[in-house]
């Protein structure tokens, strides 16, 4: 898989480390948000079959984290930001 | 229709005319008291043991595509409990012994072949840990045994025991582990379940689950709307897709893990062995050809197969293990679907859902826990209370703080 990093260009999959759901940038604040909703978070995963939004590590590159949107049928790969953006987009200062 | 030499020898004389299909197909019923979703060596194993053991009726089993066209076809075939925790060994232990029962049990040849396996050390600390791994196997009654160099170097002295980095410095054996016939383990299954009543329905894909008041009343399939009392789900690999049906979001990835299958070759292999230095593991087929496998790819699949970068990466670990390797030719490779957990450990529990009922979170060890997995299913369907063995796998550990996790990689499943 090329993965069409936003700053570098096209890169080998295997420059990158692979964590998972891109819904892990928003994690619950863990002294408010109760043991229910952490346990949702650190464990429980949606796992489509299709579209998918996910978080990849660039290691041996510029070690930004990006977000790929990738269809987990076809391995084809439809979309990549830097997880940077995409926090900010959400409000986040970082 | 039993199976036995002379029935054998009967047929041979006359012609084989009077062999017939080994189950039956079906039409749905409008409802059965079991529905087992998924007929692969899991879900045929629970509607076996379900009738056999459990004394239930009205079973039915309901297949995507066709039986054993999954994973229980696509694994490795390696059977083996050299597991370290609690939670885990005595359930794979308790497979281990099914195994050991199995053909006789259900009369059918799956090709059960003890051959022993082991497992490579290369440092010091490795060996300590698989010291500890031996002795948790033999106090929970299974067997293991520790090899030195030499005893491994009289088992296969062609192996790189110099290599720079992992130099094998022993191992640790398991002597009742094996290999079995995949394909027959899903086929003796199936035609038990059969022969007991059960209806194995295929091209039967659950579309839906009704749900009335927190309680199943049926489910909705490709061939029309099926009742049941209970239905139990056990379609590792796409658990997450036929539980989102059931509104139930799954502490699970599905990831695509390749295996290998090179050209025939003279006798090289007689057991199974494992190199984690490489997470590289060979055996040897009765045709000849070396079965062998690595890591997942890593990211999440539903794909059936791999990519490149981690057919390379096997072939490097098969190398450093077996220089002697470097001339024979890959004849095929493809891919399965896991349900990679969150502790790398499965979960056979009850849900919300009244009368709903999961098995899946196999990782990559599901072909070995085929029999014990399908007993202990049918027990919580029929019982409503967990097997002994398989009391540790529920839902609610991760939020009590109870994982199984033998790697110890915490929520990470694709390092599991």
Not at chain 2, 43 to 51: K, P, R, S
Not at chain 2, 169 to 185: F, L, P, Y
Not at chain 2, 256 to 264: C, K, P, R, T, Y
């Amino acid at each position: 898989m090329i993965i069409h990093h936003p700053i570098l260009g096209p890169r080998d999959a295997q420059e990158f480390v692979y964590l998972g759901d891109a819904s892990l940038i928003n994690r619950p604040d863990g002294m408010t948000a109760g043991i229910e909703a952490f346990h949702d978070y650190a464990y429980n995963r949606n796992n489509p079959a299709g579209e998918h939004r996910e978080l990849w590590y660039h290691e041996q590159g510029d070690r930004s984290w990006l977000v790929v949107t990738r269809n987990t049928v076809t391995h084809e790969i439809l979309g990549v930001e830097l997880a940077r953006d995409v926090a900010r987009a959400q409000g986040r200062s970082k | 229709m039993r199976y036995s030499g002379f029935r054998v020898i009967a047929e041979a004389l006359t012609g084989h005319k009077g062999w017939k299909p080994v189950w039956r197909d079906p039409e749905p019923q409008a409802t059965y008291d079991y529905i087992i979703i998924g007929g692969g060596g899991h879900g045929l194993a629970t509607a076996y043991y379900l009738a056999k053991e459990f004394g239930q009726a009205r079973i039915a089993v309901l297949e995507k595509g066709y039986l054993g066209g999954g994973n229980v076809g696509r694994n490795t075939t390696i059977i083996r409990s050299n597991y370290l925790l609690d939670g885990n060994e005595p359930f794979y232990e308790f497979s281990l012994k099914l195994w050991e029962g199995l053909e006789q049990d259900f009369n059918y040849n799956a090709m059960v072949s003890q051959r022993g396996i082991i497992n490579l050390i290369h440092t010091d600390a490795q060996r300590d840990a698989f010291t500890r791994r031996a002795n948790a196997m033999i106090l929970h009654g299974a067997d293991a045994e520790m090899l030195s160099r030499e005893d491994v170097r009289k088992l296969y002295p062609w192996l790189n025991f110099d290599n720079a980095r992992f130099p094998i410095k022993g191992a640790i054996a398991q002597k009742r582990g094996g290999t079995v016939r995949h394909d027959a383990v899903a086929w003796g299954y199936a035609r038990g379940a059969d022969m007991r009543g059960v209806d194995l329905i295929q091209n039967c894909e659950v579309t839906g689950m009704r749900i009335v008041g927190g309680r199943i009343q049926g489910v909705e399939t490709s061939r029309g709307y099926i009742g049941a009392k209970k239905v139990g789900v056990a379609v590792a690999g796409s658990s997450s897709k036929v539980m989102a049906h059931a509104g139930m979001r799954l502490p699970i990835e599905s990831h695509v893990l390749q295996a290998f299958v090179s050209e025939g070759l003279k006798p090289l292999i007689d057991g199974v062995m494992t190199f984690g230095a490489g997470h590289f593991y060979v055996s040897q087929s009765d045709k000849g050809g070396l079965v062998f496998g690595g890591d997942i790819d890593g990211y999440n699949s539903y794909a059936q197969r791999g990519n490149l970068p981690v057919i390379e990466d096997v072939a490097e670990g098969g190398m450093a293990l077996m220089p002697a390797i470097g001339r024979v030719r890959l004849l095929r490779s493809w891919g399965g679907i896991m349900d990679m957990s969150m502790d790398g450990s499965p979960i056979i529990d009850k849900t919300p859902v009244e009368g709903l009922y999961f098995n899946g979170g196999w990782c990559y060890g599901g072909f070995k826990a085929t029999p014990a997995s399908g007993w202990c299913f049918a027990h919580l369907l029929a019982k409503d209370e967990s097997h002994t063995t398989a009391k540790a796998y529920r839902f609610d550990r991760f939020l009590k703080g109870l994982m199984i996790d033998e790697k110890g990689q915490g929520a990470t499943p694709n390092l599991h």
